[in-house]
């Protein structure tokens, strides 16, 4: 297994690659410069072709952001906040204390306080009912 941990071989040339390239390669076709091989099951070591699709980049990581795999609040690795912090930051928002006083007392950028406040952050810590 690779270090991202997807299956790979070694081909008769004594090449390498991902497992699930060389069949979705097999069984379709060859994979078009600038495109990759998709798993539409999540599952990283599969090579069911059935489960195989082409794609950019960008359509990877907007499948991987729909379905929930990508690293969210205090498990991104860049995070100083936390989700206890997010419902203190919003109440102090609407006490009307300023995004920067905020993003000081919290030890972050005015900018991620902003963030906060217009939704675009932390969209997953729901307010309290």
Not at 2 to 21: E, V
Request: overall charge positive; some cysteine; proline content about 4%.
């Amino acid at each position: 297994m690779s270090r991202g941990r997807y299956g790979m071989i070694t081909r008769d040339d004594g090449s390498k690659g991902s497992a699930h390239r060389w069949s979705y390669e097999n069984f379709h076709g060859p994979v078009p410069d600038g495109m990759l091989v998709r798993h539409t099951c999540d599952n990283k070591v599969c090579v069911n072709p059935a489960h195989l699709e082409i794609g950019t980049k960008s359509d990877n990581g907007i499948d991987a952001s729909e379905r929930g795999q990508l690293p969210r609040g205090s498990r991104h690795h860049f995070s100083v906040l936390t989700e206890a912090d997010i419902p203190a930051i919003r109440a102090q928002l609407r006490d009307g204390i300023s995004e920067t006083q905020i993003a000081a007392d919290f030890g972050v950028g005015r900018s991620a306080i902003n963030h906060i406040r217009r939704g675009k952050s932390w969209t997953h810590i729901k307010e309290a009912s």
